[in-house]
């Protein structure tokens, strides 16, 4: 291949690329007087994708949407839909739905005629709207509650006639805002690969804002994390897990525990004093000290001092120097009480100065020239 095809090639790859784009937000910025809710937000969302905007509260999740739908105006930059600059269009003329958190649906109107709502402002025809409203009523699962009022509804309904409403007028994009936050856990947990089926089959671009990394993490294509009014990290759900970039990142995503002097540890050669390491309980194995463990050597002995049954796991709290570890010991491993002696054996840390995390893997493992992921 020579040089003149190659060339050519690369930028049929970058089209590519940027046709499969169908959110785009540049350099946004938006001020709430002298705070930055948004600091030169920059990310892009893939035509189809579910991405799942996750972040501690305050740190700008709600106002991204906001800007994106045309509710809030950005000071700078630049918001594009479907290749088009849409700054300067109305939020109604966006092609774009929505689902909040107490999204309330109409208390005197119907089932039907809270999913009919836009259609009727649009004047879709009579038999059209009816159509359009059964589809929808099957397609999230409520056919046969036409007539119902949102009291006469459990709150998982609610939220799916929510959906449903969203839906109703064929929006290119949907935007939900912690769309199951009031719903308990269990109805949650169901809502939430219901709607990862739902949106999958329907084909349409989401942006699901939640801060439970669980829901994030189960739903989502692609994850953008937000701190600060900054996007932290953007990524697959297993990239941001596996190679947190930032100190924010390792810190955040997971169970993490600190890790006060990583140099007192087995495993990790010579690291840079006084600098932070985190590592998460599933980085980490135990076993009693008469038990077999194939890393002996390059583990580290400590004690039990806390343990907390969770049903499949043991949670161990294991003393190690200085150091308090969080451990996951197996039921089926065998019991491991308060007071006994231990080995731990750390496969991975993440190293972090102010700005970056870097990952560290275990010596043994290394030596040994496995790959030891999670
Ligand atoms: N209209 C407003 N006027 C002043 N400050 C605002 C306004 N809207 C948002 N803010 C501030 O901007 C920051 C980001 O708010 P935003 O609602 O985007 O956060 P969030 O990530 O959605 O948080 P949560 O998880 O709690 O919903 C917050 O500190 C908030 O107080
Ligand atoms: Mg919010």
Not at 192 to 212: A, C, K, P, Q
Not at 296 to 317: P, T
Request: glycine letters at 6%.
């Amino acid at each position: 291949m020579n040089a003149a095809t190659l060339i050519k090639e690369n930028i049929n790859d970058v089209k590519d690329e940027d046709s499969n784009i169908y959110v785009e937000l540049k350099n946004v910025n938006k001020n709430f007087g002298d705070f930055k809710a948004s600091d030169n937000v920059s990310f892009k969302v893939k035509k189809g994708h579910l991405v799942g905007l996750l972040g501690p509260s305050g740190s700008g999740k709600t106002t991204i949407l906001r800007i994106l739908a045309g509710l809030e105006t950005a000071d700078s930059g630049d918001i594009f839909i479907n290749g088009k600059r849409v700054n300067k269009i109305s939020a109604q003329k966006r092609g774009i739905g929505f689902v909040f958190q107490n999204y309330a649906l109409f208390r005197y109107q119907t089932v039907f005629d809270n999913v009919a709502f836009s259609l009727k402002i649009e004047k879709w025809d009579k038999k059209k709207i009816r159509e359009r409203v059964h589809y929808l009523l099957n397609l999230v699962g409520l056919a046969g509650l036409e007539d119902r009022y949102p009291n006469q509804l459990s709150g998982g309904q609610r939220q799916r006639v929510a959906f449903a409403r969203a839906l109703a007028n064929e929006p290119q994009l949907l935007l939900l805002d912690e769309p199951f936050a009031a719903i308990d856990a269990k109805v949650r947990q169901e809502l939430r690969s219901w709607l990862r089926e739902l949106i999958h089959n329907v084909g349409i671009t989401s942006i699901f804002v939640t801060h439970d990394q669980d829901e994030a993490f189960e739903v989502a294509d692609q994850i953008i994390l937000t701190n600060h009014g900054k996007i932290e990290q953007s990524g697959s759900p297993y990239d941001i897990y596996i190679n947190p970039q930032t100190a924010f990142t390792s810190k955040f995503i997971g169970h993490p525990t600190l890790i006060k002097n990583l140099n007192t540890l087995r495993g990790f050669g010579k690291t840079p004093d006084n600098i932070e390491a985190v590592v998460r309980p599933e980085f980490i194995s135990v076993a009693r000290t008469d038990e077999k463990f194939q890393y002996s050597a390059s583990s580290d002995k400590g004690v039990v001092v806390d343990a907390y049954f969770r049903g499949a796991v043991i949670e161990l709290h294991v003393k190690v120097g200085d150091n308090i570890f969080v451990v996951n010991r197996q039921l089926a491993e065998g019991r491991i009480d308060v007071g006994e002696s231990v080995y731990i054996f750390i496969s991975r840390v993440y190293l972090v100065n102010a700005l970056k995390a870097q990952t560290y893997i275990n010596e043994a493992l290394k030596q040994k020239n496995e790959v030891y992921i999670i």
